[in-house]
């Protein structure tokens, strides 16, 4: 079970941090994900990272958001900066260990301009 937290309003040029753990389970996944969906559009990635602690990012939010994990305590963290209006969207972690995939429930993240 993933329990994710963070998320809610800001206005453009904020900030927010998402915060995602891995609950009932001690499996360090190989590769933990954030992803978007904004109204009308399909879900996207947002980054991902493996537990080597290769990093990912989709172009539009490279240089403002940083994922980080925690494989201690079992988390997955996405920092983001300079939000924009278009970053408005429900989030959601994805962890995937060799096809064994849970998903958090999504938080919403709205950006005012």
């Known amino acids: 079970q993933l329990q994710a937290s963070g998320g809610g309003s800001v206005q453009a040029g904020g900030s927010l941090r998402l915060s995602c753990r891995v609950a009932?389970?001690?499996?360090?996944?190989?590769?933990m994900a954030w992803y978007r969906q904004a109204p009308g559009k399909q879900r996207e990635l947002v980054g991902n990272?493996?537990?080597?602690?290769?990093?990912n990012y989709l172009d539009s939010v490279k240089g403002r958001f940083t994922i980080s994990r925690d494989n201690f305590r079992n988390t997955v963290d996405l920092q983001m900066n300079s939000l924009k209006p278009e970053d408005t969207a429900v989030y959601y972690c994805?962890?995937?260990?060799?096809?064994?995939?849970?998903w958090g429930r999504g938080t919403q993240v709205t950006v005012s301009s």
């Open positions: 009932g389970s001690n499996v360090r996944f190989n590769y």
């Open positions: 994805k962890a995937d260990h060799f096809g064994w995939v849970l």
């Open positions: 990272i493996t537990d080597g602690g290769s990093l």
